[in-house]
């Protein structure tokens, strides 16, 4: 913080156990990666190199070594480690990991058919190595999973080693815990939250409204996902209460009701009893 005011909401300290960002890198240039981070390395904390981007972006060994400078923790996208089980290559996939000096994977099934067993065992092989991201719910639009089932896969899959669970929402924020037109799918969301501990969720949400959404709902150190990166700063100042869609949400109750400007429906009453 440049300046200290009064009234902002604590936020965790890195690293961090809870209030995580992650940002979706879909293919930044180590010019991209390099102003990104020159903004922003204090205020996010993963970096995600999407879906299978990582076997096509040049220099993407130098990359990972520029976030891992900035104290950022890096991974592949949960769809290459799928490409590699799907070819029957679990342990080519762990020698690429090895080989680009991450410490930490994302295992996902949202592209192929897999046994909840399977994934579960996959997780307990790699978390002896490695944290263990994992993400639970389809990339298919149309795709529909209980909320018991969601519930379930999530907690077996901590109980078999994974650091955090992700609930999918892919990088157009309308699957999984989204509905098509991109709005939360809040009775699917609760039941999660009722069973499922807050800070062991990363909730992806690529949409600014869905971010907000989610900080009105969990504050200020909810853990967010598939933020872009010219999003970071904007979505810190969104947990703060630094912009409009959250400004008045973390002052004192007597300030909110003081500068809480009338809507337009209120003002219409307000003219009509005059």
Not at 228 to 239: G, H
Request: hydrophobic letters at 40%.
């Amino acid at each position: 913080m440049n300046v200290s005011i009064p009234y902002l909401p604590e936020r965790s300290k890195k690293p961090r156990e809870t209030g995580l960002t992650m940002v979706m890198d879909k293919g930044l240039s180590l010019r991209e990666t390099e102003d990104m981070l020159s903004v922003s390395s204090e205020i996010f904390d993963l970096a995600k190199l999407g879906f299978g981007t990582a076997l096509v972006t040049p220099n993407v060994e130098e990359k990972i070594k520029l976030y891992k400078s900035a104290g950022i923790r890096t991974y592949l996208g949960g769809t290459l480690f799928e490409a590699f089980i799907a070819r029957g290559l679990f342990d080519e996939y762990r020698k690429l990991v090895s080989r680009f000096k991450l410490d930490m994977v994302e295992v996902s099934d949202g592209c192929i058919k897999m046994k909840p067993e399977d994934k579960c065992e996959y997780i307990r092989k790699l978390a002896k190595d490695f944290t263990v991201l994992s993400e639970v719910g389809s990339k298919e639009a149309g795709t529909l999973i209980s909320p018991n089932k969601w519930v379930r896969m999530m907690r077996d899959e901590l109980d078999a080693g994974s650091w955090k669970v992700i609930a999918e929402a892919r990088e157009s924020g309308t699957v999984g815990i989204y509905r098509q037109n991109g709005n939360a799918h809040v009775s699917l969301i609760n039941k999660i939250l009722s069973k499922v501990r807050m800070d062991d969720i990363l909730w992806e949400a690529p949409i600014k409204a869905q971010a907000v959404w989610f900080i009105k709902l969990l504050g200020a150190n909810v853990n967010l996902g598939n933020i872009a990166p010219n999003e970071v700063v904007s979505t810190e100042t969104l947990r703060l209460g630094l912009r409009g869609d959250t400004f008045l949400n973390f002052l004192p109750d007597e300030l909110q009701e003081k500068f809480r400007q009338d809507s337009p429906a209120k003002k219409q009453i307000a003219k009509t009893a005059d």
